[in-house]
């Protein structure tokens, strides 16, 4: 971690801020716990999740749930149970929000074979 250390302290020249403090405070918190986040974001990274052969979504779905509760977010999901879209809010009583969208499937890596071929053949 002290390449990330060093880089934040050459990135800042004045350090006497509100603003600079908070993203110390972020910054600090990453440091603190990267093993456990890396870990985490390894689990899912892991987690097979091929939507064509109806292979982990579900699963895939309870790790994401999982994450969005662990932070201290209620989470429903709604569609088909096979399939389904996972839905996280974490209020913090702040006026603002945002809204963070990701797919948790992928396609089979035939595919990409087979658009490899089809590009190949008609140029």
């Not at 934040?8 to 986040?37: L, P, S």
């Not at 509760?69 to 996280?88: A, M, N, Q, R, S």
């Not at 969208?101 to 990409?112: I, R, S």
Request: net charge neutral; with cysteine; proline share 3%.
């Amino acid at each position: 971690m002290a390449c990330f250390q060093e880089g934040r302290n050459m990135r800042f020249k004045n350090r006497n801020t509100k603003y600079h403090e908070a993203i110390d405070k972020i910054h600090n918190a990453v440091d603190k716990h990267f093993q456990e986040h890396l870990d985490q974001w390894r689990a899912l990274l892991r987690q097979k999740s091929v939507s064509a052969y109806r292979e982990g979504i579900y699963e895939t779905a309870g790790i994401l749930r999982g994450f969005t509760e662990d932070i201290g977010g209620t989470v429903y999901c709604e569609g088909d149970p096979d399939f389904p879209i996972v839905y996280g809010r974490l209020d913090r009583g702040r006026p603002g929000n945002l809204i963070i969208y990701g797919m948790y499937d992928v396609q089979p890596a035939e595919f990409l074979k087979i658009c490899r071929d089809v590009s190949l053949q008609y140029g």
